[in-house]
């Protein structure tokens, strides 16, 4: 825009000097680009410099003021021990504050949402006043095409609706089978791992990911991925990797090309991995979706499957249904294969990072059970007291079902507050439409605006000095039974104080499948396995509560533990 602006410009200068002096074309060339680039610096240097530290309305607003002329914040976000540590430091500084405005690249102004009431105002009552960066959506939108992750206002409640059936809580009573086999599935794993030795170990994240992925397969496509790898000559997992895990040029390449429209002409390898990837991913899908339709629409699928317990064909059932309904079709293939990909990439959550497109469900689901096994594996009487709840259940019901395990107190509590502590997609950005009016505040058109899950669940205003501590007995804790501290009572009295899966008319729609998959898994892990502590590089175990050495990955788009996470367990 600033350079359109400053092309413009010059040319109109050169204009105005054709009535004053003749000019050759080769002179009216030099003198255009020279303007040009003169405009063109003045423009930069003004919006990097001039305006957010003497013009900007937001510079008064609370915030660091020790930026960088060039990268702002940037590099101390990078050098941080975490992707989120820095945002938290600056909430502690000011945990009142309705926003906290800091610099990022070349003067861009950041308005983090800190307080309760600001959370509420981006989320809810604003909610679409505020839409993705257009960079963003140029950025994941070339995998996950558009629909619900990028619809806005009356589109996106469209689309909600249709996707509320696939999402709702009878639909995961009948995927819960299918979350406790691929949990059983797990644990057959660590039983190879250990053999007959007394302990085993297990790195974490690279086995739950494989879990997950197959979970999904099943759940989302209602097929085995293995299944594929006869069909193709690249399998499913290996497609969804090349996407997904690009090595450093790749993801500057697609990086780049969310704001400069480069991939159709980088004739690098690096590339061309990507883009046939993409095709090749988008053109399984295709072929999976059109044989599922044929499949229902004949018969054929209702005499080899029998009840549908897959995502994909439930919307196909439910755009049937409304098909009859409206005598009108609610999605063409593509739509369909849009939103298959937006489920299998990010279980459609909202709370997606702005620079690439890594944060898939299997993902984000495979990070909190591994955070999960690390507060088991660190905190020795909380595994214990959550191996008797579970215990005492499957000694009433062996096979239990989703309310069943559902209806876990203690589990319940876990997993939440693992999800408070470790939220594993851990922010979001927003754009502002247009001014709006916010706790005093006037948040111009164009603002962009950070919404960092952490900073409204570890705020000590919201959850007590104690925000930082693992304790699942705080939600359990009341304010009128102990004023001096806000635990759980301020999820209860707020739900913006827990964002995990976010708040909203724009929430995460996977969230029962989530909690549910987590909740089979633990279920079954801990009736099997004792998790005895985190192992570091050399194998050596380190016990006892605490972080315990475990770094954060950083730069990263979940919050998940740096080089993996090495878990020893044994029998129980």
């Given at each position: 825009?600033?350079?359109?602006?400053?092309?413009?410009?010059?040319?109109?200068?050169?204009?105005?000097?054709?009535?004053?002096?003749?000019?050759?074309?080769?002179?009216?060339?030099?003198?255009?680009?020279?303007?040009?680039?003169?405009?063109?610096?003045?423009?930069?240097?003004?919006?990097?410099?001039?305006?957010?530290?003497?013009?900007?309305?937001?510079?008064?607003?609370?915030?660091?003021?020790?930026?960088?002329?060039?990268?702002?914040?940037?590099?101390?976000?990078?050098?941080?021990?975490?992707?989120?540590?820095?945002?938290?430091?600056?909430?502690?500084t000011?945990?009142?504050?309705?926003?906290?405005?800091?610099?990022?690249?070349?003067?861009?102004?950041?308005?983090?949402?800190?307080?309760?009431?600001?959370?509420?105002a981006?989320?809810?009552?604003?909610v679409?006043?505020?839409?993705?960066?257009p960079?963003f959506?140029?950025?994941?939108?070339?995998?996950?095409?558009?629909?619900?992750?990028?619809?806005?206002?009356?589109?996106?409640?469209?689309?909600?609706?249709?996707?509320a059936?696939?999402?709702?809580?009878?639909?995961?009573?009948?995927?819960?089978?299918?979350?406790?086999?691929?949990?059983?599935?797990?644990?057959g794993?660590?039983?190879?791992?250990?053999?007959?030795?007394?302990?085993?170990?297990?790195?974490?994240?690279?086995?739950?990911?494989?879990?997950?992925?197959?979970?999904?397969?099943?759940?989302?496509?209602?097929?085995?991925?293995?299944?594929?790898?006869?069909?193709?000559?690249?399998?499913?997992?290996?497609?969804?990797?090349?996407?997904?895990?690009?090595?450093?040029?790749?993801?500057l390449?697609?990086?780049?090309?969310?704001?400069?429209?480069?991939?159709?002409?980088?004739?690098?390898?690096?590339?061309?991995?990507?883009?046939?990837?993409?095709?090749d991913?988008?053109?399984?899908?295709?072929?999976?979706?059109?044989?599922?339709?044929?499949?229902?629409?004949?018969?054929?699928?209702?005499?080899?499957?029998?009840?549908?317990?897959?995502?994909?064909?439930?919307?196909?059932?439910?755009?049937?249904?409304?098909?009859?309904?409206?005598?009108?079709?609610?999605?063409?293939?593509?739509?369909?294969?849009?939103?298959?990909?937006?489920?299998?990439?990010?279980?459609?959550?909202?709370?997606v990072?702005?620079?690439?497109?890594?944060?898939?469900?299997?993902?984000?689901?495979?990070?909190?059970?591994?955070?999960?096994?690390?507060?088991?594996?660190?905190?020795?009487?909380?595994?214990?007291?959550?191996?008797s709840?579970?215990?005492?259940?499957?000694?009433?019901?062996?096979?239990?079902d989703?309310?069943?395990?559902?209806?876990?107190p203690?589990?319940?509590n876990?997993?939440?507050?693992?999800?408070?502590?470790?939220?594993?997609?851990?922010?979001?950005q927003?754009?502002?439409?247009?001014?709006?009016?916010?706790?005093?505040?006037?948040i111009?058109?164009?603002?962009?605006?950070?919404?960092?899950?952490?900073?409204?669940?570890?705020?000590?205003?919201?959850?007590?000095?104690?925000?930082?501590?693992?304790?699942?007995?705080?939600?359990?804790?009341?304010?009128?039974?102990?004023?001096?501290?806000?635990?759980?009572?301020?999820?209860?009295s707020?739900?913006f104080a827990?964002?995990?899966?976010?708040?909203?008319?724009?929430?995460?729609?996977?969230?029962?499948?989530?909690?549910?998959?987590?909740?089979?898994?633990?279920?079954?892990?801990?009736?099997?396995?004792?998790?005895?502590?985190?192992?570091?590089?050399e194998?050596?175990?380190?016990?006892?509560?605490?972080?315990?050495?475990?770094r954060?990955?950083?730069?990263?788009?979940?919050?998940?533990?740096?080089?993996?996470?090495?878990?020893?367990?044994?029998?129980?």
């Amino acid at each position: 825009m600033d350079l359109l602006a400053c092309g413009g410009l010059a040319a109109l200068e050169l204009v105005a000097l054709q009535h004053t002096e003749q000019l050759d074309n080769w002179s009216i060339a030099r003198r255009f680009l020279a303007l040009l680039l003169l405009q063109y610096a003045i423009a930069k240097v003004y919006r990097a410099i001039i305006y957010p530290n003497f013009v900007s309305p937001l510079r008064h607003l609370p915030g660091p003021k020790d930026h960088n002329l060039i990268f702002g914040q940037e590099l101390k976000k990078f050098r941080a021990s975490s992707p989120a540590s820095i945002q938290l430091q600056w909430m502690r500084t000011w945990p009142d504050a309705p926003f906290i405005r800091y610099v990022s690249l070349l003067g861009t102004e950041v308005l983090l949402v800190n307080s309760l009431a600001s959370h509420k105002a981006v989320l809810q009552t604003y909610v679409y006043d505020f839409v993705k960066p257009p960079f963003f959506a140029r950025l994941v939108g070339e995998i996950t095409g558009t629909g619900l992750l990028f619809a806005e206002g009356a589109a996106h409640r469209h689309e909600r609706r249709l996707l509320a059936g696939p999402f709702s809580v009878p639909s995961m009573r009948k995927l819960l089978p299918v979350f406790r086999e691929k949990a059983k599935a797990l644990s057959g794993v660590l039983e190879q791992a250990i053999g007959t030795k007394p302990h085993g170990t297990f790195e974490a994240m690279e086995t739950l990911l494989k879990s997950t992925m197959d979970t999904i397969g099943v759940t989302v496509l209602g097929i085995e991925l293995d299944s594929l790898s006869s069909t193709y000559p690249l399998g499913f997992q290996e497609l969804y990797s090349r996407l997904l895990h690009q090595g450093s040029l790749g993801s500057l390449i697609s990086l780049v090309n969310a704001f400069v429209p480069i991939r159709r002409v980088i004739p690098l390898e690096a590339n061309y991995r990507f883009v046939q990837a993409n095709a090749d991913l988008r053109k399984m899908l295709r072929g999976i979706v059109e044989k599922r339709m044929a499949d229902l629409a004949d018969g054929t699928f209702k005499k080899e499957v029998g009840e549908s317990k897959d995502l994909l064909t439930y919307m196909l059932e439910e755009a049937q249904l409304r098909q009859q309904e409206t005598g009108q079709s609610v999605w063409s293939v593509d739509d369909i294969v849009g939103h298959v990909f937006a489920i299998g990439h990010l279980i459609v959550c909202e709370s997606v990072a702005h620079q690439q497109h890594s944060l898939s469900g299997h993902e984000t689901t495979a990070t909190t059970l591994a955070w999960s096994l690390y507060v088991l594996a660190t905190h020795h009487s909380v595994q214990e007291r959550l191996r008797s709840e579970i215990n005492s259940l499957l000694e009433r019901t062996p096979e239990p079902d989703y309310g069943t395990i559902s209806s876990l107190p203690f589990l319940h509590n876990f997993v939440r507050e693992v999800l408070r502590v470790y939220p594993s997609s851990y922010m979001t950005q927003r754009q502002a439409l247009r001014d709006l009016p916010i706790e005093n505040i006037t948040i111009p058109r164009g603002a962009q605006v950070e919404v960092i899950m952490s900073l409204a669940q570890r705020n000590p205003l919201i959850w007590g000095a104690d925000a930082d501590v693992f304790d699942a007995d705080r939600w359990d804790q009341h304010l009128e039974e102990n004023p001096t501290t806000s635990s759980a009572t301020a999820a209860s009295s707020s739900p913006f104080a827990f964002e995990a899966f976010l708040q909203g008319p724009r929430n995460c729609p996977g969230r029962n499948l989530a909690l549910a998959q987590i909740k089979a898994a633990l279920v079954e892990l801990l009736a099997r396995w004792r998790f005895r502590g985190v192992e570091d590089d050399e194998g050596r175990l380190l016990v006892g509560d605490g972080e315990n050495g475990v770094r954060f990955a950083n730069p990263s788009l979940t919050l998940r533990p740096k080089g993996g996470l090495n878990v020893r367990f044994e029998r129980v």
